[in-house]
């Protein structure tokens, strides 16, 4: 395998370049970006690629359209809003191939933009086909991936067009990412404390395994909490639960007190005798959870318990809320936790996109450290994993 090469490195005058974008924005019922952050984020590489002379394709995907143009999932509203940012005009291209995008590109002089329709409304993108990249490859001179989010992914556009253009690289976002992962992972500043939450332990046993030979400390919160402690033989009512990995989680505690890495669980959590905004609520003890009610939220003393290690800590990864943060009556914990990290002045990484929603719904994204745009990439490289993204650059 070869070494990752970044956009820098190129030379991109006169150049027409293709940039793989991550512009999977959430979006309303009424097609509005509810969330500009991923396109934000573009903007050092695609500013560079403008003020070096070379003219800009960029590809995405957005939602899931299941391989078939669906007006739902178009891509004018970012292509709109990459304009307003960017403050030059961005050609669309109703298409992603075929003449249209052909004629387009050919056109296309320094310094223009052309953003083409959604990769998705062709199944040939997520089935990584040969034939479907070389149509995307043929569009430019050299290829940039700068979406971090899809890079666990073997896709056309991420994978197999690596194969058909002979300049390739990673993109500055790209760059971000890697680097500030390593720093985390490679050589952190210590403690290394990670925060681990979200609905199920299924999603985050590899994660967990892995983090466990890094880390110093695991916080964990959220629904997966619940399966922790029903094996540490807590009553959890009609929390949700995962029976078939409660040996697995007995396991992963042991491991964790053998090697003198500190597992924290919640000590109290908020309570309802159902998942809705309108439910009453209370707080408990984790052992006093009424039999017909279901924990939602971490307690206020978790949250201390949680915030004296956090306060220690020099190097913090979270992924995962500690909560159904969504609904009011159970956004307490997660938020305080965003607030005791921004107070720790620890490098904070965090991944996931609930865990990025609930840093801006705070109000507080400027005060973290890094902020992954990427999800189940995040995920996979917390894993220990090699992202097909990155290992297709490095062949190039």
Partial sequence: MGRLKYIDELDLKDKKVFVRVDYNCPMDSAGNITNDFRIQESLPTLNYVLEK??????ASHLGKPKGKPDKKYSLLPEAKRLSELIRREVLFASDCIGQEAQEKAKALKPGQVLMLENLRFYQEEEKNDDAFALKLANLADCYINDAFGVSHRAHASVDAIT???????????????????????????????AIVGGAKVSGKLQVLENLLKKVDSILIGGGMAFTFLKAQGVEIGKSLVEDDLIPTAKRTLDFAREKGINILLPIDCVVAD?????????????????????????????????????????????????????MKPFSYGTLAIIDK????????????????????QAGKEKEITFISTGGGAFLELLEGKELPGIKSLERC
């Fill in 341 to 360: 990290i921004v107070k720790s002045h620890a490098i904070s990484i965090v991944g996931g996109g609930d865990t990025d929603t609930a840093v801006h």
């Fill in 163 to 193: 194969r058909h253009v002979s300049a390739c690289a990673a993109g500055f976002l790209m760059k971000k990412e890697i680097t500030y992962f390593e720093k985390a992972m490679k050589a952190p500043a210590r403690p290394l404390v």
């Fill in 53 to 58: 002379g070379g003219a800009l394709i960029l």
């Fill in 274 to 326: 159902k998942m809705d905004a309108s439910a009453q609520t209370r707080t408990v003890d984790i052992n006093n959870i009424p039999k017909e009610y279901l924990g939602l939220d971490i307690g206020e003393k978790t949250v201390a318990l949680f915030g004296e290690t956090i306060k220690n800590a020099k190097t913090i990864i979270w992924n995962g809320p500690m909560g159904v943060f969504e």
